[in-house]
């Protein structure tokens, strides 16, 4: 009985290795680089900024428009985070943040996907951490060193959008070797490809909306 005990132990954490393996296989190690003091000062200000992620709009057709957003990922989204609250709560920081970063949203959510799968406390080997997987290092370059906030919804998806976007930057607008800085594998395709893919998954084309 006890070999079998021991037998059951080691076949379990052999499981749970490889379930680890899976979950994270996509979630890289970004680099810490050498950043200019402009650049670094831009996403320290980004970072930093308190306003709350509410959607604010120019006019009523804009209004229409992200209603249509809201309330087709919400019913895309529902599987993967049942709660209405939290999932109304996390799509409008998605849109807030992403459309803050001059993304388009359904590019975050994708990424996302393939990140965390939408788990808040998604830990990975890396040491990569919440929704967007962030390193803990970018709290030190351009925060406030207190790592335990990349568990916070709303500072994870400004971290990650606005590194997403730095590296959009860093690479002159290829989104290909943008998404491979993100995941600390630049050149290699096997993760630009993944975000794409689920990117395809998160689109969306509004209906017509009449302006006034």
């Given at each position: 009985?006890?070999?079998?005990?021991?037998?059951?132990?080691?076949?379990?954490?052999?499981?749970?290795?490889?379930?680890?393996?899976f979950?994270?296989?996509?979630?890289?190690?970004?680099?810490?680089?050498?950043?200019?003091?402009?650049?670094?000062?831009?996403?320290?200000?980004a970072?930093?900024?308190?306003?709350?992620?509410?959607?604010?709009?120019?006019?009523?057709?804009?209004?229409?428009?992200?209603?249509?957003?809201?309330?087709?990922?919400?019913?895309?989204?529902?599987?993967?985070?049942?709660?209405?609250?939290?999932?109304?709560?996390?799509?409008?920081?998605?849109?807030?943040?992403?459309?803050?970063?001059?993304?388009?949203?359904?590019?975050?959510?994708?990424?996302?996907?393939?990140?965390?799968a939408y788990?808040?406390?998604?830990?990975?080997?890396?040491?990569?951490?919440?929704?967007?997987?962030?390193?803990?290092?970018?709290?030190?370059?351009?925060?406030?060193?207190?790592?335990?906030?990349?568990?916070?919804?709303?500072?994870?998806?400004?971290?990650?959008?606005?590194?997403?976007?730095?590296?959009?930057?860093?690479?002159?607008?290829?989104?290909?070797?943008?998404?491979?800085?993100?995941?600390?594998?630049?050149?290699?395709?096997?993760?630009p490809?993944?975000?794409?893919?689920?990117?395809?998954?998160?689109?969306?084309?509004?209906?017509?909306?009449?302006?006034?």
């Open positions: 009985m006890a070999g079998q005990g021991g037998a059951r132990t080691l076949l379990s954490g052999a499981l749970l290795v490889a379930a680890l393996a979950t994270s296989a996509h979630a890289g190690n970004q680099k810490e680089e050498a950043l200019a003091d402009s650049v670094r000062l831009a996403l320290s200000n970072i930093n900024d308190a306003r709350p992620p509410k959607p604010v709009f120019r006019d009523e057709a804009g209004r229409l428009r992200y209603q249509q957003w809201f309330n087709e990922m919400s019913g895309r989204l529902k599987k993967r985070i049942p709660d209405e609250f939290s999932r109304t709560e996390f799509l409008e920081a998605a849109w807030y943040e992403a459309t803050r970063a001059g993304l388009d949203p359904g590019l975050v959510l994708g990424l996302i996907q393939v990140e965390s788990r808040k406390y998604a830990v990975s080997i890396a040491g990569a951490r919440g929704y967007m997987q962030v390193m803990p290092f970018w709290t030190k370059v351009i925060g406030d060193s207190d790592r335990r906030k990349l568990f916070h919804m709303q500072t994870n998806l400004r971290y990650g959008c606005s590194i997403l976007r730095m590296y959009i930057d860093m690479e002159r607008g290829n989104l290909y070797l943008a998404l491979g800085r993100y995941n600390g594998s630049r050149g290699k395709p096997q993760y490809n993944a975000v794409l893919s689920a990117w395809k998954k998160w689109e969306f084309t509004p209906a017509a909306v009449a302006s006034r």
